[in-house]
């Protein structure tokens, strides 16, 4: 019985494959026919891409020490324990913190007193990635552009906490892993988010936000980013857990319920839904000429808004958050965003000519202007 399920998840598998190639394919025709150089240019830069953000990372997690994994056997729970303790005499992150190592004991009570240390510092990298994984992926209209933002964001995730746990696991449960974020990318970059679209508009949308025009295209790249985050945060919970239990009765408790990973998600998320939500409610009260620049670009408006809360200032400086805003409005509609850059000109341009300014001496004694300051015209 158990292998006939295996079979039939596998096929499963392969079969939201397909859907992600579908996805490259229609990504590929749609450069293909604004520009056959485009698409080439493209695509080698999603491959360089690759090897950055992908390849090089895996091999510097094959690169790191091995910790021993958490084992079923309870004589052996010890052996784990004191090899883990001595890792972290040597933990670079326990000793930036100015935390007393070198005398750790071979006990459970010492292992669990840095291991809640650790998790305070897992519990941020988690948070920081599965948010980048919300708005990236919520924003980006294209499944298999949603892919490789979960495979590689997955990626550096698993490299940061296996570094800061001091130690990877085994080349088996490696693999194990591995396989979780393989699922994770495919459940990503299908179609599976618009059946979620409803279940999040319900809960979003009040009647007066129900009547934004394409409030449904909005509602489908926060389903979008929500599924993709609850993908990556299982990701977090199955590795910390291969990072930090020492004895289990059965393997699969290191794979927490779904109940566990939507709400450790939602945790996440939660923040930046709100804060979402209040800017939809504000945009039925705007003038029409903001409203149809929104209109044109309500994802990219939508999280440029958001990310304020998804990135707090302790996570980036607060350059490179300008840079990430104005990158989800340009990447949700460069067109649109364009006009709006024109649109923000002609006004500055308009208040500076309409709004009084200070005259200089210099100019008062040039000649040609009789008052202090210039009068509104």
Not at 173 to 187: G, H, R
Not at 332 to 338: K, M, S
Not at 345 to 352: P, V
Request: glycine residues 6%; contains cysteine; charged residues 25%.
């Amino acid at each position: 019985m158990f292998k006939f399920l295996k079979r039939i998840f596998y096929f499963i598998s392969f079969f939201l494959l397909f859907f992600v190639v579908k996805e490259f394919l229609a990504f590929y025709a749609y450069l293909k026919n604004v520009d056959p150089v485009l698409a080439i240019v493209v695509l080698v830069l999603i491959g360089i891409a690759s090897v950055y953000f992908i390849v090089i990372p895996i091999i510097k997690i094959l690169s790191i020490p091995v910790n021993p994994s958490p084992t079923t056997h309870k004589l052996r729970e010890n052996h784990i324990i004191a090899k883990r303790i001595e890792g972290f005499k040597r933990n670079r992150y326990l000793l930036s913190k100015n935390i007393e190592v070198s005398n750790l004991q071979h006990t459970e009570e010492d292992y669990h007193r840095i291991i809640v240390i650790l998790n305070k510092e897992s519990e941020l990298i988690r948070r920081k990635y599965v948010s980048q994984v919300f708005y990236r992926t919520g924003i980006v209209q294209n499944g298999f552009i949603d892919a490789l933002l979960i495979l590689s964001s997955s990626v550096a995730m698993v490299k940061e906490l296996f570094i800061l746990y001091n130690g990877r696991v085994s080349n088996r449960d490696l693999w194990k892993i591995a396989k979780q974020v393989y699922y994770s990318m495919l459940i990503g970059g299908s179609e599976a988010a618009e059946y979620a679209t409803d279940e999040v508009f319900s809960k979003l949308a009040s009647q007066s936000i129900k009547n934004i025009p394409f409030i449904d295209k909005i509602m489908t790249s926060l389903a979008d980013g929500l599924i993709n985050a609850a993908l990556v945060t299982r990701v977090a919970l199955i590795t910390e857990n291969y990072c930090t239990k020492t004895y289990v009765n059965n393997y699969r408790e290191l794979y927490p319920s779904a109940k566990f990973i939507i709400q450790t998600a939602k945790s996440i998320t939660s923040d930046m839904l709100s804060n979402i939500t209040g800017v939809l409610k504000g945009m039925t009260s705007e003038k029409s000429v903001d409203v149809l620049l929104k209109v044109g670009n309500p994802v990219g408006y939508i999280f440029e808004k958001a990310i304020d809360v998804a990135l707090p200032g302790k996570y980036v400086e607060p350059t490179i958050k300008q840079n990430l805003k104005t990158g989800a409005k340009f990447i949700g509609n460069p067109i649109v965003y364009g006009i709006e850059k024109l649109v923000q000109r002609s006004r500055a341009k308009r208040k500076y000519l309409i709004e009084p300014r200070e005259i200089g001496s210099d100019e008062i004694a040039s000649g040609g202007i009789e008052s202090e300051k210039i009068k509104p015209r």
